[in-house]
């Protein structure tokens, strides 16, 4: 018993000595986590003032500098994730699960395809029409804008998801809804989804990886050959034709293929799954290539380089638009400049808007509110419907109004209208830019929070056959010009 004790300890103090020589001198060269986090930097005393130590601010900083720089830490990290998956499958990549046959998923492409993620139709008629306008704003400049619906994992494999997502029991989601409104007001659209649900039984090799979140390799030369067509017959202008060479054949998951298996950060790699690796030869057009702007998603990483460079003479792409590639992940990122929109939209031979059915509640990340203001620079948006775009483009947040629309039972579009409402009301005197509407909305909030005040007009309004939320407007403009008088 006696030894037993004194080898544990010895053990334990040996992997503490190791632990500090590696954190000091690196000697072994550890495989980095992948994930969506960024590290602390080291511990370092410079950051100590007196303010801070009695705050608690420099303990609380320091301990989490030296847990996060632990020697071996990621090491660790993977033996303990390791464990957990092969004995309990559990995995520890937040917003990732397994589902059927080992066919993993992003959580939130699940809530897209059941419907949980419906923003309405009020939001979704808007940013339509709006892209409408735009579409039809740029052809008269001779220039083709393309709405790309990519595919989505839940709604090719929804056999494998697991039971309790309920998937056969789906309600009105925002593809469905996107999809078919965009055909009623005739926008220009390339449906890649439904282009692979067409081909899921028919096609040679896997559209979507096991173990992957985007369409496989595979699967996006396909979608490559599928768009490069279309843009031909929209602009009627030649595109460089590519083929397969030959098809690499692998059990082991390459580069995207394994997206979500690396976030799992297992010791061993996920149990070999067949997949096909195209390699790709374009043919050269005489004089030149179409321009394109492409305001994408992380789909496109797959068709950038591969695809895009070949496809056109020149190519811009607008990561989310928000960064612009390939300079998406640096630290900062290097963050798009929307100024003169308009003319820049100009000078583009074709612009594509592409995005995958995970995105669809963020309505474009503001794309068709930017580029329809940048056409009619007389109008601007209210600070409220800026605070529901946040909300719909903020994951966190967006999950947030989620989880409270189940739990209150309540529509998630009324959810996110309310928690913008509530936002804008308590932060208006610090809010920029604020328009004559913007304070009307506010005097209507004002109005609604005073019971004795709402019931009068409320009142005046029946006697006067008049629509109650009229009345309110008319108040609070009345309200408003006696202000203006007082001043």
């Known amino acids: 018993m006696r030894s037993a004790k004194f080898i544990l300890l010895v053990l334990i103090i040996l992997s503490m000595a190791i632990s500090s020589v590696q954190l000091c001198f690196g000697f072994i060269r550890e495989v980095p986590l992948h994930g969506f986090y960024q590290k602390k930097l080291l511990p370092d005393f410079k950051f100590f003032t007196w303010q801070r130590w009695f705050a608690s601010v420099f303990q609380d900083e320091f301990s989490t500098r030296v847990n996060e720089n632990i020697g071996l830490r990621n090491s660790l990290i993977r033996i303990g994730n390791q464990y957990d998956y092969t004995l309990f499958g559990l995995t520890h990549a937040q917003g990732f699960l397994e589902g059927k046959d080992r066919y993993f998923f992003e959580e939130d492409y699940i809530h897209e395809y059941t419907g949980r993620y419906f923003i309405g139709s009020r939001v979704i008629d808007k940013k339509l029409w709006r892209l409408k306008n735009v579409m039809d704003s740029l052809a008269s400049h001779h220039i083709p804008l393309i709405l790309v619906f990519e595919p989505g994992k839940a709604s090719f494999y929804p056999e494998h998801i697991p039971d309790r997502f309920s998937p056969g029991k789906r309600t009105l989601s925002n593809y469905d809804y996107f999809t078919r409104r965009a055909g009623e007001l005739g926008l220009s659209v390339l449906d890649l989804n439904r282009y692979f649900l067409q081909m899921k039984d028919t096609a040679r090799f896997p559209l979507f990886p096991r173990y992957g979140m985007h369409w496989s390799l595979y699967g996006a030369n396909l979608a490559a050959e599928k768009l490069s067509g279309h843009i031909a017959a929209v602009t009627g202008r030649q595109m460089p034709g590519f083929r397969s060479r030959s098809l690499q054949h692998s059990m082991q998951s390459i580069g995207t293929d394994y997206d979500i298996?690396?976030?799992?950060?297992?010791?061993?790699?996920?149990?070999?799954?067949?997949?096909?690796?195209?390699?790709?030869?374009?043919?050269?057009?005489?004089?030149?290539?179409?321009?394109?702007?492409?305001?994408?998603?992380?789909?496109?990483?797959?068709?950038?380089?591969?695809?895009?460079?070949?496809?056109?003479?020149?190519?811009?792409?607008?990561?989310?638009?928000?960064?612009?590639?390939?300079?998406?992940?640096?630290?900062?990122?290097?963050?798009?400049?929307?100024?003169?929109?308009?003319?820049?939209?100009?000078?583009?031979?074709?612009?594509?808007?592409?995005?995958?059915?995970?995105?669809?509640?963020?309505?474009?990340?503001?794309f068709a509110d930017e580029a329809y203001l940048a056409f009619h620079p007389e109008k601007r948006d209210s600070q409220l419907?800026?605070?529901?775009?946040?909300?719909?483009?903020?994951?966190?947040?967006?999950?947030?109004?989620?989880?409270?629309?189940?739990?209150?039972?309540?529509?998630?579009?009324?959810?996110?209208?309310?928690?913008?409402?509530?936002?804008?009301?308590?932060?208006?005197?610090?809010?920029?830019?604020?328009?004559?509407?913007?304070?009307?909305?506010?005097?209507?909030?004002?109005?609604?929070?005073?019971?004795?005040?709402?019931?009068?007009?409320?009142?005046?309004?029946?006697?006067?056959?008049?629509?109650?939320?009229?009345?309110?407007?008319?108040?609070?403009?009345?309200?408003?010009?006696?202000?203006?008088?007082?001043?």
Not at 390 to 419: G, H, Y
Not at 420 to 436: I, R
């Open 385 to 487: 419907d800026d605070i529901e775009n946040t909300i719909r483009i903020d994951r966190e947040w967006f999950r947030f109004m989620v989880k409270q629309s189940r739990e209150q039972k309540r529509p998630l579009e009324e959810m996110i209208t309310a928690n913008a409402e509530y936002s804008f009301y308590g932060n208006f005197n610090n809010l920029p830019g604020k328009t004559f509407w913007d304070t009307i909305q506010y005097i209507t909030m004002n109005i609604k929070a005073n019971p004795k005040w709402l019931g009068q007009i409320t009142k005046n309004a029946r006697e006067q056959h008049m629509p109650v939320d009229t009345a309110l407007m008319l108040n609070a403009i009345y309200s408003y010009n006696q202000s203006k008088k007082k001043q």
């Open 261 to 366: 298996g690396e976030m799992l950060n297992l010791v061993c790699t996920l149990k070999p799954t067949p997949g096909v690796y195209p390699q790709v030869a374009f043919d050269s057009i005489p004089g030149g290539t179409l321009s394109a702007l492409v305001v994408a998603d992380s789909y496109y990483i797959n068709m950038v380089e591969t695809y895009g460079r070949k496809m056109f003479g020149k190519q811009d792409y607008w990561y989310y638009n928000s960064s612009l590639y390939p300079h998406q992940n640096d630290i900062p990122p290097v963050r798009l400049d929307k100024s003169g929109l308009r003319e820049k939209l100009k000078n583009y031979d074709v612009v594509l808007l592409m995005v995958s059915e995970i995105n669809l509640h963020c309505c474009f990340w503001n």
